[in-house]
């Protein structure tokens, strides 16, 4: 399987501390990898540079063998990269539904316009509902989102990704914030996405059955450094990570993010 997207020594450097240091991998087309480590090991300054918030102090950022390192958020979207954050990112006034169609339209290039006939967006609505009903949320798209639950809220914004048609979904901890009771939620989500077979995921999240049960591929990073990048298997025995912060044991009350 193709490399789809790929980092050579990417490294960023803020006032003499250096957050993410020469870290390289490899994920494949049509790939789920979970990026896990201790609080302040990396992971979500590492995200920001694979979405553009951030640009590297050295290192290369290649997307189907393009360097896009110096790429904004926006053009990086519109290559194929989509991006959530541990803050959900919605248009509160909107309907769940408007929020969508909104995404649709943007991907396909078409702004909203005051005298366009209403009927001109029936196609725009009908794709919007087809990811509201794979995100379990087509029963809320009357509904304004300010008036959604939290977890709902992360399933909107999940919907907005693919409805942008982003073929790299980066999924900075979905489940943060969320009750016990919404998490099972936001998880049958990521499976049906997964299940669908057409997009690479990559993950950051502390729930290790999480983990173990979605990826294919874990890496760890630790004081900006990839400690390593395994099977989950192949992590969860790794001495290495073990003795380096999680005590000798490998489990998910030990591990954080």
């Known amino acids: 399987m193709s490399t789809l997207i790929e980092t050579s020594d ?14 390289s991998i490899s994920v494949p087309e049509k790939h789920f990898k979970s990026i896990i480590g201790p609080n302040g090991a990396g992971k979500t300054t590492f995200f920001n540079l694979l979405s553009g918030q951030l640009t590297p102090t050295q290192g290369r950022i290649y997307y189907r063998g393009k360097d896009i390192t110096k790429f904004s958020p926006t053009n990086r979207t519109r290559e194929g990269i ?15 539904l408007e929020n969508v169609r909104l995404a649709v339209q943007s991907q396909a290039g078409i702004r909203y316009q005051l005298l366009f006939h209403y009927k001109k967006y029936q196609a725009f609505e009908e794709k919007a509902l087809e990811w509201l009903k794979l995100v379990l949320l087509d029963d809320k798209k009357d509904s304004l989102a300010s008036n959604l ?3 709902e809220k992360r399933k909107l914004e999940i919907a907005m990704l693919l409805a942008l048609e982003t073929e790299v979904l980066l999924l900075d901890e979905p489940t943060a914030g969320m009750s016990l009771e919404e998490v099972p939620a936001i998880l ?19 729930k290790m059955d999480m983990i173990l049960d979605l990826s294919d591929s874990v890496m760890v990073l630790f004081n900006g450094r990839l400690l390593a990048d395994g099977t989950p298997g192949e992590i969860m025995k790794n001495e290495t990570v073990q003795s380096a ?8 009350r030990s591990v954080e993010t």
Request: glycine fraction near 12%; aromatic fraction near 6%; avoid cysteine.
């Open 10 to 23: 990417l490294s960023i450097t803020f006032g003499g501390h250096t957050a993410v240091d020469s870290v």
């Open 82 to 96: 989509g991006r959530s954050f541990q803050i959900t990112n919605v248009f509160p006034n909107l309907t769940v």
């Open 149 to 151: 639950a939290h977890g």
């Open 188 to 206: 049958e989500v990521i499976k049906r996405i997964k299940k669908q077979g057409n997009r690479t995921i990559i993950l950051i999240e502390h």
């Open 245 to 252: 912060y999680l005590g000798g044991q490998l489990d998910e």
